[in-house]
């Protein structure tokens, strides 16, 4: 596109000189009585090459009047303002984990699989479910994992790479010796909350509010922090704590071996939820407490709390130019000068021919 275009009618012009270049003149001529005498003199490559001045000169004019009417091309950019969340996504991974309560793609599983399946969508989205108003994905938000059984570990810190982040979370296992099991719910909590509080809270910072989601199966059984106490912390730094009960109440399924044949067998197993205290805990944050049953329930919480904890996103699209006459530019992976020097290559290129190649000083 070009933004003075109406200089290209000054193209109309070039036409008209190079017919007042080019046209015949009256050449000097002298009689002679036979022109045998000449007819084996050739003209010289200077001669062949007389016309080329004039040429390169019209050249350089077209492109000057190209250059004066501005082509350039426009490249569309989006520059995107967000106030984002930070998050901390705390998972119980203690022993009562493996009941197979859980289906997913009709295969029952247990109840860490389907924690790894269902937070992987909410963290990265999917566009199918996107497009049906599912979960469209964290992208702008700070995400940090830390694992639980007897004790916390703080397995990454609130990051935007959330594919480092769920790679971490894939790799979590439930804990299967006796001496890390256990539900240290308040410890896990407090882990969270200083991992949270370690962010900057400068004028600069873009984290609009800092959230914990804790998942967990159990009641609190380890640790040195009491959950409540940790919430009323949470509470003083602003952190809110998302609580999800997961797995059904009362008897579930374990998977299990045989102690003589070693065959593989399911055992079901008495489990309980300490519903009042992750309760007590949410209401004290000011969030929500949420029950999973199954695969599509969990699904639904984090719909939920996607809802709830929605990230500002502003987008400004702008168009960024490039002046083809004096900006270099490529095309088919080959890159061209700017138009304005190529006028003055061709002036250049110009008056060395004719004042230096043909010697013909007019």
């Known amino acids: 596109m070009f933004e003075s ?41 200077r001669q062949r090459l007389a016309w080329l001045p004039d040429v390169l000169m019209l050249l350089s ?20 303002d967000s106030e984002g969340i930070a998050m901390e996504m705390v998972v119980d991974r203690s022993g ?13 599983v247990d109840r860490l699989t389907a924690i790894k399946n269902v937070a992987a969508n909410f963290v990265q989205g999917d566009e199918e479910e996107a497009d049906q108003n599912g979960i469209a ?15 916390a570990d703080a397995i990454t810190p609130p990051t935007l790479d959330h594919a480092f982040l769920l790679a971490q979370l894939n790799r979590a296992e439930i804990v299967t010796q006796r001496r890390e099991d256990g539900t240290a719910i308040g410890d896990a909590i ?34 040195e922090f009491d959950p409540i106490q940790a919430a009323e912390l949470a ?24 102690p003589f044949t070693g065959e593989a067998t399911v055992q079901w197993m008495d489990v309980n939820i300490d519903e009042d205290t992750l309760r007590e805990i949410a209401k004290t944050t000011g969030a929500e407490y949420f029950r999973a049953t199954d ?39 080959i890159t061209f000068p700017p138009i304005a020097l190529c006028a003055l290559f061709l002036i250049a290129a110009s008056v060395m021919v004719k004042y230096v190649l043909i010697r013909a000083w007019v």
């Open 5 to 45: 275009p109406w200089f290209l009618l000054l193209l109309g012009l070039v036409p008209l000189l190079g017919w007042g270049m080019f046209r015949r003149r009256q050449p000097w001529s002298i009689g002679l009585s036979s022109t045998q005498c000449i007819a084996g003199i050739r003209p010289t490559w």
């Open 137 to 151: 994905g964290r992208a702008s938000d700070l995400i940090g994992l830390i694992t639980f059984a007897g004790f």
């Open 235 to 258: 509470k003083t730094m602003g952190i809110k704590i998302y609580t999800i009960g997961v797995g059904t109440k009362g008897r579930a399924p374990f998977p299990s071996r045989h």
């Open 96 to 108: 009562s984990m493996q009941a197979m309560d859980f289906k997913i793609d009709g295969n029952h």
């Open 190 to 223: 407090s882990l969270a909350v200083e991992k949270l509080q370690s962010l900057e809270t400068g004028e600069e910072n873009s984290v609009k509010s800092k959230v914990i989601i804790l998942m967990t199966d159990g009641e609190n059984t380890a640790g």
């Open 295 to 333: 695969t599509q329930s969990l699904e639904a919480i984090y719909e939920a709390i996607d809802e709830l904890e929605k990230t500002k996103i502003e987008s400004h699209q702008f168009t960024d130019y490039r002046e083809l006459a004096v900006q270099s530019f490529t095309w088919n992976a």
């Open 61 to 80: 004019l077209v492109a000057m009047i190209v250059a004066l009417a501005r082509p350039r091309v426009g490249r569309e950019q989006t520059v995107i």
